[in-house]
């Protein structure tokens, strides 16, 4: 249907209805209840809102989410039950967003 929104997140298909003007971030944390993929500046600054499209970093915040049409999403909650990178070189106290180490990998933080 055209009216219909096509996605997969996090390895499960879903069908929603189009909401103008809805981002990526409004439609994971909103209507599928992923709530791990945080709102905070909403001006591409921070990078709290990030997930994976298709394998691609976006700031799901300024991401249309009818944009992922057809896409694959990656959040945060599509990681659980992974098991970190052993060789991830964490030190307490630095202040690194995991989700994101995750995502790229700790050679490009
Ligand atoms: S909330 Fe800060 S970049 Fe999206």
Redesign the pocket.
């Known amino acids: 249907m055209e009216n219909q929104l096509n996605l997969g997140v996090n390895g499960s298909s879903h069908s929603l209805p189009i909401l103008p003007g809805e981002t990526l971030?409004d439609l994971l944390r909103n209507r599928l209840h992923l709530t791990g993929t945080?709102?905070?500046?909403?001006?591409?600054?921070?990078?709290?809102?990030?997930v994976l499209v298709d394998g691609e970093p976006v700031?799901?915040?300024?991401y249309p989410a009818q944009r992922a049409a057809g896409k694959s999403v990656l959040s945060i909650e599509g990681l659980a039950g992974q098991t970190p990178s052993p060789t991830l070189p964490l030190e307490k106290g630095k202040g690194v967003c995991l989700l994101l180490v995750e995502l790229f990998g700790h050679s490009r933080i």
């Open positions: 971030a945080k709102i905070a500046c909403e001006e591409s600054e921070c990078g709290a809102c990030t700031l799901s915040c300024m």
